[in-house]
């Protein structure tokens, strides 16, 4: 797909999103800013709304760096009513070199929703 940032996201579109009328999602359609130092913008990779018209937004990672935790963490602060989940690549990652702390246990700690690799289905009702 056109426009993507990295290949595991087209290959998540082709897995995903392509061909399917059953999701309603969009790549990047949505900004939000959010304050460190001076204001910044966040921008999800999709938006999808759920059969029953609800809205959440996926965050497509491979990589989990410190300073993506950081926004993230930041961005839910201070937008508490956006639905913000992960799709990892591989959730059992770990955030750091020799940490104990997957990309999952991490999501969990700080209260998102994640799975891997894909949408699960139960969030699509």
């Not at 998540?12 to 990047?28: H, M, P, S, V, W």
């Not at 001076?38 to 059969?51: I, M």
């Not at 990652?93 to 999501?107: D, E, L, Q």
Request: proline share 4%.
């Amino acid at each position: 797909m056109v426009g993507r940032r990295s290949m595991g996201e087209v290959r998540f579109d082709a897995e995903n999103l392509e061909g399917k009328r059953t999701i309603q999602a969009e790549y990047e359609p949505d900004s939000f800013q959010y304050v460190v130092e001076e204001t910044k913008t966040y921008t999800p990779d999709y938006r999808v709304v759920t059969r029953s018209g609800n809205t959440f937004y996926i965050e497509y990672k491979g990589v989990l760096d410190l300073e993506t935790r950081k926004k993230m963490v930041r961005v839910k602060q201070q937008h508490p009513d956006l639905d913000i989940r992960f799709i990892f690549q591989k959730a059992t990652n770990k955030i750091r070199k020799g940490s104990p702390t997957t990309y999952g246990m991490w999501a969990e700690k700080e209260g998102f929703l994640w799975h891997e690799l894909s949408i699960p289905r139960r969030w699509l009702t």
